[in-house]
């Protein structure tokens, strides 16, 4: 009986040992030392910027395309800024692209002597009109070309406009020759 208080108080003796260790380690730092990750968006800026790159933002909850482009050094005087929502919302990993002017092709002479094969109609910057003139595009088509634009962006390759609904492989090799991005 002796032995049982005898362990009984060496286990207690233990038990209180081990709490006050447990218990008495140093308390995590104050909230005011701990550095808060900030939220970052990371974006592509190409084309018609100063500093094409890709660009870390701190994302304030209310970044727009043009926060954007300014941080890759603002646009260069060939930039387009018709074709290009710059008040739309920036996404983490998206891809912003700063096409060039469409004067090249609209103000080229006729070459050839009044051959005007080589004049070709930017699917990104022409208007409903313009559009019209590809073969196998009419207003419906031409409008959802621009709708097209205006929710995705530029298109990159003129393959791309078999995205609009409505271009499909037979209409595309009719307009080919006449498109250009």
Known sequence: MKRKFILIGLLSVAIFAASFFIFS????????????AKN????YVSGQVKNPAVITIEDNGNLRLVDAVNSAGGMTELADTEIVNLAEPLTDGQ?????TKDFIFRELPAQNGGNTSNN???INTADEKELQQIKGI???LAGRIIDYRENNGAFKSIEEIKKVRGIGDKTFEKMRDQITV
């Open 95 to 99: 891809h912003i692209h700063i096409p």
């Open 40 to 43: 970052e968006i990371v974006v």
């Open 138 to 140: 009419g207003p419906a």
């Open 120 to 122: 070709l109609i930017n």
């Open 25 to 36: 380690e140093d308390e995590p730092p104050a909230t005011e030392n701990v550095d808060v």
